[in-house]
């Protein structure tokens, strides 16, 4: 079956614009997070939604960055007023729920970069 | 803070080689236990993972990982390196507890195996 889809794969955009990365989870998964990878580091946690709500975006770094999965398959995620300190891969999971034995299945990411 | 330490950003070996990819994470409480692997432009592929079972955990592509609870490590090795195996390898936790949904990853260790 179909994995984790992102799109686009790649997107430059310049500081001040807005963007949008969206995530196609695999079928039935209830569970969704979204994770940045910067450069040279590993991935950080921003959100996890269960279902169409958000039940923890304590990593999101700063009002800026909002995501959402209104029919609680498809996420996007936002970012306004994107700054150079933006640029990096964000990736995208889903799994069958949230519990710890889950595996998280991992989409190729969306390498975002603000010029 | 609780956090992954991988110790060594890039580690080179021969083909045919024993692999050796550190992990240490910093909790008394044991917590849920992956490694990851990422080819270059390609998302999080789990290669094996520890959930209190047996310590002596086995993956794919021929990995294995030790749980030692003293040494609050989970360090990765095969026995013998393939040119394949080359690729940048990440560890995770799960936190035990209310937030056990969210991974923590360690800041990766690129393998280059050499001819």
């Known amino acids: 079956g179909a994995g984790v889809s992102q799109t686009p794969s790649n997107k430059v955009t310049e500081k001040g614009k807005y963007v949008e990365l969206r995530c196609d989870p695999i079928?039935?998964?209830?569970?969704l997070y979204w994770y940045r990878q910067s450069l040279g580091q590993g991935p950080e946690f921003l959100i996890y939604?269960?279902?169409?709500?958000?039940?923890?975006d304590s990593g999101l770094p700063n009002d800026r960055f909002f995501a959402v999965r209104p029919e609680g398959s498809v996420s996007t995620l936002k970012i306004q007023r994107t700054e150079r300190g933006d640029s990096a891969v964000y990736l995208c999971?889903?799994?069958?729920?949230?519990?710890?034995?889950?595996?998280?299945?991992f989409g190729p990411g969306t390498r975002l970069t603000v010029t | 803070a609780q956090s992954v330490t991988q110790l060594g950003s890039h580690v080179s070996v021969s083909e045919g080689a024993l692999v050796l990819l550190r992990c240490n994470y910093s909790s008394s409480v044991p917590p849920y236990l992956f490694w990851y692997v990422q080819y270059p432009n390609q998302g999080l592929q789990l290669l094996l993972k520890y959930t209190s079972a047996a310590t002596l955990v086995k993956g794919i592509n021929g990995f294995e990982a030790e749980f030692k609870k003293s040494e609050t490590s989970f360090h990765l090795t095969k026995p013998s390196a393939h040119m394949s195996d080359a690729a940048e390898y990440f560890c995770?936790?799960?936190?035990?507890?209310?937030?056990?949904?969210?991974?923590?990853f360690g800041k990766g260790t690129l393998l280059t195996v050499n001819p």
């Open positions: 939604f269960q279902g169409t709500g958000a039940a923890d």
């Open positions: 999971a889903s799994s069958f729920t949230g519990g710890a034995l889950y595996e998280q299945y």
């Open positions: 995770a936790v799960r936190w035990s507890g209310g937030s056990n949904y969210k991974l923590t």
């Open positions: 079928s039935g998964h209830t569970a």
